[in-house]
């Protein structure tokens, strides 16, 4: 297993990893996608630590506009078919590198760029040949818990899940 101490930003791609990987459209083309919750609550649970969340994806939606922003992810890169070119401006603007980086992606749209990653992991349910090529494939389904088993990963490898969850509880609105 890598040293996971190291990761400082995690990237997630968004349909198949947020989202369990379907899109539907009503008979106005308004879009609606599955999130889950437990994922939700792992990113704001990650945001009292020092690791960055991003989410970068190759279509565009409001619906994933509104989520990110519900869950106070300020570094969402919509629209973007160059994962690799982007994810190096996110790293230069963050001054980090490829070492300090863990991936999840679901598909060959994410290698490019998910191959540079010092951490590559995918949901259980990515295609076959790229859980073939990753460190980690979780147990759970993207948009069922996925990327909330890759942040609980990743704290408690670095020895600070439980300092970070407290942080969160100590400012939860009671």
């Known amino acids: 297993m890598k040293d996971l101490k190291k990761i400082k930003l995690i990237i997630l791609d968004c349909d198949g990893v947020l989202t369990d990987g379907k899109i539907i459209y009503d008979n106005h083309r308004v879009e609606s996608k599955n999130f889950s919750?437990?994922?939700?609550?792992?990113?704001?649970?990650?945001?009292?630590?020092?690791?960055?969340?991003?989410?970068?994806?190759?279509?565009?939606s409001k619906v994933v506009a509104q989520r990110c922003k519900d869950l106070n992810i300020s570094l969402l890169y919509q629209n973007i078919q160059n994962k690799k070119e982007t994810i190096k401006q996110i790293l230069t603007k963050l001054d980090l590198k490829w070492d300090q980086v863990a991936y999840m992606g679901d598909d060959w749209n994410d290698w490019p760029a998910m191959e540079l990653a010092y951490f590559k992991t995918c949901p259980q349910n990515a295609i076959d040949d790229i859980k073939a090529r990753v460190d980690f494939v979780t147990s759970r389904s993207g948009g069922d818990g996925a990327v909330r088993e890759l942040i609980d990963k990743i704290l408690k490898e670095q020895g600070i899940y439980e300092e970070t969850v407290q942080a969160f509880l100590n400012n939860l609105s009671i």
């Not at 919750?37 to 279509?59: C, F, P």
């Open 37 to 60: 919750t437990h994922d939700g609550l792992g990113a704001k649970i990650l945001s009292y630590s020092d690791i960055k969340l991003s989410v970068v994806t190759g279509r565009s």
